[in-house]
């Protein structure tokens, strides 16, 4: 997640990995070059408001710069579509910062076009008090 620049413990993503991989929900595939990792994906497969079908959604692909443009990234992409297929999903989103320029690039060649903008907000804890 570091290379993602979300600065991440190992102990901190031990405890978000046991959450994930207990929630059926979720799929996480990892790629390896000579016993050593350099790669995910982690997906969700998801039901909608928009439409009546599962919807799949690519919550984070991340390549290490050393084994970036070798393929890595196409091969988790295409393990994550085999299994969204298998999973009955019928589309699939993901979102990418606005400076990933490269990023889009490699989506827009594997078929993804771009649909619209994501907002965020950070909430406070005041803010979700009812």
Do not use: W
């Not at 400076?99 to 406070?124: D, M, N, V």
């Amino acid at each position: 997640m570091g290379q993602l620049g979300y600065e991440t413990m190992s102990a901190e993503m031990r405890v978000r990995l046991k959450s994930v991989l207990r929630d059926a929900r979720y799929s996480t595939f990892v790629a390896e070059i000579d016993n050593e990792l350099c790669g995910m994906i982690g997906t969700l497969t998801h039901v909608s408001h928009e439409h009546n079908d599962l919807s799949g959604k690519i919550v984070a692909l991340v390549v290490s710069k050393k084994q970036r443009r070798s393929g890595v990234g196409r091969a988790l992409i295409a393990a994550a579509e085999k299994d969204f297929v298998k999973r009955s999903v019928m589309r699939v989103t993901l979102t990418t910062r606005f400076e990933r320029e490269e990023a889009h690039r490699f989506y827009e060649a594997l078929g993804y076009s771009r649909t619209g903008f994501r907002f965020a907000k950070s909430l406070t804890p005041t803010c979700q008090r009812t």
